[in-house]
């Protein structure tokens, strides 16, 4: 017999695990990732221990069907695409069908879920990737998702967790991109029983940034908006006055995605130009409508990375967007009366 062997699924997934679930900052993403795609209007996500002893997901989205529950722990199975060609017109935010079991494969996950043309819904729980126990559940719409004691079968992923409040740091920055992406869905954050975040989900962006950076910084927010043939350019930015010390502050989304990119972030600098001092970064939300042809999204695991055809325009459309907002008669404060 020769020496190669293909590791069993459950090893494959651990070391996918290694990719996609680096902290629980990650987990808290994929799965609040998959409540999105599933449709939901109201996302509940509980965290104890910064997430390493509970992690817990509630949506009212569309379920997962009972012959469905065992499939999505199996890597690569998805709902989302079928065919290559898919790959190129992805409007979801997952598409490579590895989160969940790379989760299941480094924690105790559980899955209740049911849909509304099923009788009953399902209750699943893994550990460390094996399904130890399947039984019906009592119907009630939606999916909630629970990841208990990560990194339990990982120590060195687990000693690599140093600090519990970077990890709530992380955990809540996660959020809050997914909240600014979405005003159309409501998110409620809650650590070991507080209420952390709370957004309304009514679709007015300007009032989860209010939620998120606090009203006096949503006042001092300006809208922007730009249009071309590729790409629709709207959001906020702040007036020069209101500035913070790095780039945190600046929300990048394409097609519903919070993505990081370094030329576009320069852009919007560019736009700022001198009415801001070195050193000082705006706070902005840029979300950015592209036929997903224009994006490629299959990166890095993460997803966090795009590649861009077209990026100079897109670039050049962002410079205009931000740039004719400033110069607008910018110092008279709009009341935001629904604050
Ligand atoms: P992906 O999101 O890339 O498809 P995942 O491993 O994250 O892969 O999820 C696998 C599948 O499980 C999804 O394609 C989806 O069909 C289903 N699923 C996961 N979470 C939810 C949820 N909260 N609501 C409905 N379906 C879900
Ligand atoms: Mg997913």
Do not use: W
């Not at 012959?67 to 199996?74: F, G, Q, S």
């Not at 893994?126 to 004691?149: F, H, W, Y």
């Amino acid at each position: 017999m020769g020496k190669i062997i293909e590791l069993n699924e459950a090893l494959a997934n651990q070391i996918a695990a290694g990719e996609v679930v680096e902290r629980p900052a990650s987990v808290v993403k994929e799965l609040v990732e998959n409540a999105i795609d599933a449709g939901s209007h109201k996302i509940v996500v509980r965290i104890v221990d910064s997430g390493l002893s509970l992690i817990e997901v509630t949506d009212d989205g569309s379920g997962i069907e009972k012959e469905d529950v065992t499939v999505a722990l199996r890597r690569h199975a998805t709902s989302k695409i079928k065919s290559s060609e898919d790959l190129f017109r992805i409007r979801t935010l997952g598409f490579r069908g590895e989160a969940l079991p790379s989760i299941a494969s480094v924690s105790e996950l559980t899955i209740e879920t049911s849909v509304a043309k099923e009788e009953s819904g399902t209750k699943l729980i893994a550990k460390g990737g094996k399904i130890t126990s399947l039984e019906p559940l009592a119907k009630r719409l939606g999916t909630k998702i629970s990841v208990a004691n990560l990194f339990y079968n990982t120590p060195a992923r687990l000693k690599y967790i140093k600090s519990l409040q970077a990890e709530l740091s992380h955990i809540t920055d996660i959020i809050n991109r997914l909240s600014l992406a979405h005003p159309e869905i409501s998110f409620t954050l809650i650590n070991e029983g507080r209420t952390f975040l709370q957004t309304a989900g009514n679709g007015d962006l300007r009032q989860v940034i209010a939620a998120i950076y606090g009203i006096s910084s949503a006042k001092k927010m300006r809208e922007i908006k730009a249009f071309d043939l590729d790409f629709e350019v709207s959001g906020y930015v702040s007036l020069p006055e209101l500035t913070r010390a790095n780039r945190n502050y600046i929300t990048l989304l394409i097609n519903g995605r919070f993505i990081k990119n370094f030329a576009l972030n320069r852009a919007i600098l560019e736009a700022y130009g001198n009415r801001i001092m070195v050193g000082r970064f705006p706070l902005a939300v840029i979300s950015i409508k592209i036929d997903p042809h224009l994006a490629d999204v299959n990166v890095h695991p993460t997803k966090q990375e795009v590649r861009l055809s077209k990026e100079a325009e897109l670039m050049a459309l962002i410079r205009k967007a931000v740039n004719s907002t400033l110069s607008e008669g910018v110092l008279i404060p709009e009341a935001l009366e629904n604050l």
